[in-house]
């Protein structure tokens, strides 16, 4: 059964900071993985999805990674901002569950990013 | 612009009552999810549809009905609300695509207190 962990639960950086937030997961056989922000009581916005084949996306200040074969991820902040405070959560799509694109969701890591 | 809408953003309800959470797409598509979030958990799968009338369990059904009637439209229905309900709820909806491609939307969620 897969299982997606990520570590730390919570992180608190000063501004300007560079940070990495990880994930990792426990079957490799994936379509996808994506990471999302929730801000509290919000839902979830999708940042970034990497596919299976790739190794990693870009978007502005966010990089995220992947490394299928040893089950783990990577989001990479650089020059945090106290707008970047949220709980980031990661989801990887398995293979094997059909067209209905059913995510296994981790618990997330709540970022504080200090002024 | 996509967008899932959820009915309410928080909702009150006494132990017992039947209650109804609804969740509209107007993304045409065939997809939806309930997933209810809860501190150190995560989120969990209740119950998803991938056409209408058409619906599947998720990994924590118990206690919970599901109606799609229309595409747009995917209710989540608590038939005697418990205490244990309370939880954040939220809705999804992805494209159907090609594997890998795609990405989810959220709704809002609805905070749901059980008293």
């Known amino acids: 059964k897969q299982e997606v962990t990520q570590i730390p639960a919570a992180l608190s950086v000063p501004e300007g900071e560079n940070l990495v937030l990880n994930c990792s997961f426990t079957d490799s056989a994936i379509y996808n993985l994506q990471w999302f922000r929730q801000d509290p009581g919000k839902g979830l916005t999708s940042l970034l999805l990497?596919?299976?084949?790739?190794r990693e996306q870009t978007s502005g200040r966010l990089n995220a990674s992947l490394d299928k074969s040893s089950g783990r991820s990577t989001l990479y902040i650089a020059a945090s901002q106290p707008g970047d405070s949220a709980t980031y959560l990661c989801?990887?799509?398995?293979?094997?569950?059909?067209?209905?694109?059913?995510?296994?969701f981790g618990t997330g890591t709540l970022l504080a990013v200090q002024p | 612009d996509v967008k899932v809408t959820q009915s309410s953003r928080y909702l009150v309800k006494r132990t017992g009552e039947k209650v109804f959470l609804e969740c509209v797409q107007d993304m045409d598509h065939e997809n939806m999810f309930w997933y209810r979030q809860d501190p150190g958990l995560g989120l969990r799968l209740i119950y998803f549809?991938?056409?209408?009338?058409?619906?599947e369990k998720g990994d924590i059904p118990e206690g919970y009905s599901v109606s799609r009637e229309k595409k747009e439209r995917f209710s989540l229905i608590l038939e005697s609300a418990s205490t244990n309900q309370t939880s954040m709820y939220l809705c999804a909806s992805p494209p159907a695509g090609l594997a890998g491609q795609e990405t989810q939307y959220f709704g809002p969620g609805t905070r749901l207190l059980v008293l």
């Open positions: 989801a990887v799509r398995p293979q094997g569950g059909g067209a209905t694109n059913k995510l296994i």
């Open positions: 990497i596919q299976s084949s790739q």
């Open positions: 549809s991938y056409d209408v009338k058409m619906k």
